[in-house]
């Protein structure tokens, strides 16, 4: 099993820029999340999906947007970058809630 | 808003020496606390996670203490090595309702040695 699998690694923008960021896991979760990670302010909650066609906003939703057509994939869209959303990107996913979230490597992202 | 609230910042310990990170929390539904260790370049992983029926959970040289009265819990390290120097993160959650994972801004432990 990959577990979950983030692309790019890295991505610089331009500010207006848009671009998504792409998640997969290949373990059968419901549960799938991205949260922004900065330096001193541990893990934001971007979005969440509890299945394929639901989703939800977290604690940072702003400048976001995300889909779940499938089980495995969830990918977090971001339109008109700024530079306020410079940051490390991670994917996570879990059988439930309140059980072992697994993370991806994260992808780190540049606005300039 | 739920906060989980978390220090030290960050904490140099010697080789052999015990470590000691402590998380308090305010939302008293919360009845999952794990503990999440992150290496440089990569992401969280699982370390050890706790429910509120017991007071003590140890996984070999790592343990949670739990006070429900108190509101907090903490991790111990036991004979820190130098492989534990990492970021470490305290979370809280509750398992009803769609609850997802509130985390503590992190502590960056170094292990000298």
């Known amino acids: 099993n990959a577990g979950v699998t983030q692309t790019p690694k890295f991505r610089i923008l331009k500010i207006g820029q848009s671009m998504t960021l792409q998640c997969a896991q290949d373990m059968n979760h419901n549960y799938m999340y991205w949260y922004r990670q900065d330096p001193g302010m541990g893990l934001k909650l971007i979005y969440y999906?509890?299945?394929?066609?639901?989703?939800d906003k977290g604690e940072v939703p702003n400048g976001y947007n995300v889909s779940r057509s499938t089980t495995e994939d969830f990918p977090l869209r971001l339109e008109l970058a700024a530079p306020s959303q410079t940051s490390v990107y991670f994917c996570?996913?879990?059988?439930?809630?309140?059980?072992?979230?697994?993370f991806g490597p994260g992808t780190r992202l540049t606005v300039l | 808003q739920q906060q989980v609230k978390q220090s030290p910042q960050s904490l140099i310990v010697q080789k052999g020496g015990i470590s000691i990170i402590n998380c308090a929390y305010e939302?008293?539904?919360?009845?999952?606390f794990p503990w999440y260790q992150q290496f440089p370049g990569k992401g969280p992983a699982l370390l050890i996670a706790i429910r509120p029926d017991v007071s003590e959970k140890k996984e070999g040289r790592f343990t949670i203490s739990f006070n429900k009265s108190a509101k907090q819990f903490s991790l111990h390290i036991m004979d820190s090595q130098p492989g534990d120097s990492a970021t470490y993160f305290c979370?809280?959650?509750?398992?009803?309702?769609?609850?997802?994972?509130?985390f503590g801004k992190g502590t960056m432990l170094l292990v000298s040695p």
């Open positions: 939302n008293t539904a919360f009845d999952y």
């Open positions: 996570a996913s879990s059988y439930g809630e309140s059980t072992e979230q697994f």
């Open positions: 979370a809280a959650s509750m398992s009803s309702g769609y609850s997802t994972l509130t």
């Open positions: 999906s509890v299945g394929a066609g639901i989703t």
